[in-house]
C-alpha cells in the first residue's frame, strides 16, 4: 500500500496541466498545489488506514481478545465463582543459540516457538485463590506449570482460541480448587485475609511492532569459533565453552481489566566460560556474561578475543596461585564485583514478598528459612530503618536506557501486570524508603510499583549513588589502613566473582542438597593487596558470611561506577503465588555501582572433598 500511494503522488504530480500564457501558467501551478495537496491527504489517510488494518489484523491478539470476552461471559461451573480476572498472554519466540569448544562447533540451532500462558482468578480482589500454597497437593508449583501451553505457530485464529480455551479450562477448576482449600485453611487457623490478595491498578494500552532485525547464522558461527580457539593453547584447562545466543520475544499481554499491550525485546547474550583444577584438585572455574539489544551492543572482537586471553591465563595462573584458609577483615568490590555482591547478596531484599497461605502450620517457617538461604530474606519490616551507609541511596530507573554509552537491559515501560513503570528510590541517605512490588500487595507495598518482570518482582536497573566517593588511589589507601589497624599484613580485593547470580543459587542449593558437601563458590578473581602495592592472586577464596546487615558496614564507596549486568533468579514467594508467566528465560538486570570498600567481610577457603585431577596431561598439550 505505501507503493501504491507513492506511484498515486507522483501520477498526479506529472499529469499536470500544460499553459502557455503566464496566467494560465498561475492557475496551473495553483491547481498542482490543489491536487497534490488533496493527493498527499489521500495517501496518508490510506497509510494511516493501512496502520489501522494491521494492528487489527493481529489474528493472535485477535484470537485473545474473543476467547477473553467469552470466557468471562460463559466460564462458570455450576453455581461456583465466576472468575473476576483473567490475562492472556503470548510469547512469539525466535532464538538461535550458537556454541562452540575449542574453534568447533557444538551446537548452531536457529528455533522458532510459540508459548501461552493464562491466569485466573476468582473470588475477588480481596480474597482470590492465589497466594495460596500446598504442601501435600505442591498447589502452587503445579499451577504454574499448568498455566502454559504451546501454541500452533501459524496464526490459526481457531486454533489459538482452542488453545487460549483449554488452558482457561484448566486453570479454571484449579482456581477453584485452590480457592476451596484456601478458605478452609485460613478458617481452621482461626486466620482472617487480612491483605488483599490483588491491587486495582489503571488499565494500560501499549503497543511495539515485532523486531525484524536477525543475525547472520554464519557471522555468529565464525565469532564462536574464533573466541572458543583461544583455549587450545591453555590446555591446562579441561573444559570451556563460547555461547552466543540471540533471542526475538514478541509479547501480546489482555487481561479483563481493559488492558493491553504487546512488546519487542530483542536480547543477545555472551557467554565465556572454563573449568580447570588447582594441583590439590580443588575446583578453579570462571566465565562472564555480556548482554545487549543488539549485535553491535557487544564490544569490538579484538576486545572479545583479549578478555578471553586474560580469563584462560588467569585460570591458568590460578592453579598454582596461593590460598588462604581464611580471611577476617576489610575487603574491596572493585569493577564488576561491586554490581555482583550488591545484586546477589542485597537487592533481593528491595522486593516485596509475600508469605503464602499454607494448609500447613509449620510453612511459615520453613518458607522463612527457604528464603534467608536462597537470596535473603525482604526488607518489608525495615520501613524507615537504616539499610545502608547515609552517604550511599539506590533508586530503580526502568525508564534509563542506557549509561554512558552502555545499553542497560532492565529498561521498560511497562511491566508483565501491564503496569507503567516509574523511578522508585528505594533507599535515601541508608534509610530504606520503599519496596519494589507486582500487584501481589503486602503491608509495606499495597501497590505496584511496576516490576513485575517474569514470575515477580524484580529490579530494573538499579542505580548505586555515593556522596563524597573515593578515587582508586584513595580508596587503596583507607582499604589498606583499615587492616593495618586489625594488624594484617594484607588487604582483599575482590574484581570478580564469577558466574552470575544463576550459577550462585545452584551452588548454593547444592551444598544444601548436600548438607554442605562439594560444591566451590569460589570466587574468580581475588588478590592479595600489600602495603608496598604489591598484589597476588589467590584461588579458592569464597565469601563465608555476608547478610543484608553487612552492608550499613561499607565505609567507602569509588567515584567510578560501572554497569554489571546479569541475569535475575526470581525469588521462591513469587514462584509459589501462581504470578502468570510463559518465559523460561531470567530476566536481565543492569546494577549501576561504584566500588564499595566494607569494613569487614569473611571469606573462607572452599572445603572439599574433590576429585583429583587428571592422571595424564591433555592430548593437547605439547609432548
Known amino acids: 500500500m505505501p507503493l501504491l500511494a507513492a506511484s498515486f503522488l507522483r501520477a498526479c504530480f506529472n499529469n499536470r496541466p500544460a499553459a502557455s500564457k503566464s496566467s494560465d501558467i498561475r492557475r496551473g501551478r495553483r491547481r498542482r498545489r490543489y491536487i497534490f495537496g488533496r493527493a498527499a491527504g489521500a495517501a496518508l489517510v490510506a497509510l494511516l488506514l493501512v496502520g489501522a ?12 481478545k474473543d476467547e477473553l470476552t467469552r470466557s468471562l461471559a460463559q466460564l462458570q461451573l455450576q453455581q461456583l465463582d465466576k472468575p473476576y480476572y483473567l490475562a492472556y498472554r503470548m510469547e512469539d ?18 528455533t522458532r516457538e510459540r508459548v501461552i500462558a493464562v491466569e485466573v482468578r476468582v473470588g475477588d480482589y480481596a480474597l482470590d485463590n492465589t497466594n495460596y500454597f500446598s504442601l501435600r497437593s505442591l498447589g502452587g508449583l503445579a499451577g504454574m506449570l499448568s498455566s502454559m501451553a504451546r501454541a500452533p505457530l501459524d496464526d490459526n485464529y481457531q486454533q489459538i482460541r482452542r488453545e487460549f480455551w483449554l488452558a482457561t479450562d484448566r486453570q479454571y477448576k484449579r482456581a477453584l480448587e485452590n480457592l476451596s482449600a484456601k478458605r478452609a485453611a485460613l478458617e481452621l487457623r482461626k486466620r482472617a485475609a487480612d491483605l488483599p490478595d490483588f491491587s486495582k491498578e489503571n488499565a494500560v494500552t501499549e503497543t511495539t511492532a515485532p523486531s525484524i532485525s536477525q543475525p547472520g547464522l554464519e557471522e555468529l558461527k565464525a565469532l564462536v569459533r574464533e573466541l572458543s580457539a583461544v583455549f587450545r593453547d591453555a590446555p591446562e584447562i579441561y573444559n570451556s565453552s563460547v555461547d552466543l545466543q540471540y533471542r526475538a520475544d514478541y509479547v501480546r499481554y489482555i487481561n479483563s481489566e481493559g488492558s493491553m499491550f504487546t512488546r519487542s525485546e530483542p536480547v543477545f547474550k555472551l557467554r565465556i566460560s572454563a573449568q580447570t583444577q588447582a594441583t590439590d584438585g580443588s575446583p578453579v572455574t570462571d566465565s562472564w556474561n555480556i548482554f545487549g539489544r543488539t549485535l553491535a551492543d557487544l564490544p569490538a572482537k579484538s576486545v572479545l578475543l583479549d578478555r578471553t586471553r586474560a580469563l584462560a ?9 596461593v590460598s588462604v584458609e581464611n580471611y577476617n577483615g576489610p575487603v574491596l568490590f572493585e569493577g564488576d564485583a561491586a554490581g555482583e555482591v550488591f545484586l546477589q547478596q542485597f537487592a533481593g531484599g528491595l522486593l516485596a514478598v509475600r508469605t503464602p497461605v499454607s494448609d500447613d502450620s509449620s510453612f511459615d517457617t520453613i518458607f522463612n528459612q527457604l528464603m534467608g538461604q536462597l537470596g535473603g530474606a525482604s526488607f518489608a519490616d525495615k520501613i524507615g530503618g537504616r539499610v545502608l551507609p ?3 541511596s539506590v533508586s530503580d530507573k526502568p525508564l534509563l536506557s542506557e549509561y554512558h554509552g552502555a545499553s542497560l537491559l532492565g529498561t521498560s515501560k511497562i511491566d508483565d501486570d501491564a503496569v507503567k513503570t516509574r523511578e522508585t528510590v528505594l533507599v535515601d541517605h541508608g534509610v530504606l524508603k520503599a519496596l519494589l512490588a507486582t500487584r501481589v500487595p503486602v503491608r509495606a507495598a499495597p501497590h505496584s510499583t511496576g516490576s513485575r518482570r517474569g514470575w515477580g518482582a524484580v529490579p530494573s536497573n538499579l542505580v548505586v549513588t555515593a556522596e563524597k566517593p573515593m578515587n582508586a588511589g584513595q580508596l587503596r589507601q583507607e582499604l589498606l589502613g583499615r587492616a593495618k589497624e586489625r594488624g594484617l599484613d594484607y588487604a582483599i580485593v575482590v574484581r570478580r566473582l564469577g558466574g552470575g547470580g544463576a550459577a550462585s543459587l545452584m551452588r548454593t542449593a547444592m551444598r544444601m542438597a548436600q548438607q554442605g558437601g562439594a560444591g566451590s563458590g569460589a570466587m574468580a578473581e581475588v588478590y592479595k593487596v600489600y602495603p608496598d602495592g604489591r598484589e597476588e592472586l589467590v584461588q579458592g577464596l569464597e565469601i563465608g558470611e555476608m547478610t543484608a546487615a553487612t552492608f550499613k558496614d561499607i565505609v567507602a564507596a569509588g567515584d567510578t561506577p560501572v554497569v554489571f549486568t546479569d541475569e535475575f533468579v ?13 518465559s523460561s528465560e531470567l530476566p536481565a538486570v543492569s546494577c549501576i555501582t561504584p566500588a564499595l570498600l ?3 567481610v569473611s571469606l573462607a577457603k572452599s572445603q572439599g572433598p574433590f576429585p583429583g585431577p587428571p592422571v595424564s596431561p591433555s592430548p593437547l598439550a605439547k609432548q
Not at 53 to 64: G, I, K, L, T, Y
Open 53 to 64: 488494518a494491521r494492528a487489527q489484523d493481529d489474528v493472535p491478539m485477535r484470537a485473545m
Open 93 to 110: 519466540v525466535s532464538q538461535t543459540t550458537v556454541s562452540a569448544t575449542l574453534g568447533s562447533l557444538t551446537q548452531a540451532q536457529p
Open 313 to 321: 591465563g588467569r585460570l591458568s595462573k590460578l592453579r598454582s596461585a
Open 390 to 392: 547515609e552517604f550511599l
Open 570 to 582: 526470581p525469588r521462591l514467594g513469587a514462584l509459589l503465588g501462581g504470578s502468570l508467566s510463559s
Open 598 to 600: 566494607f569494613d569487614e
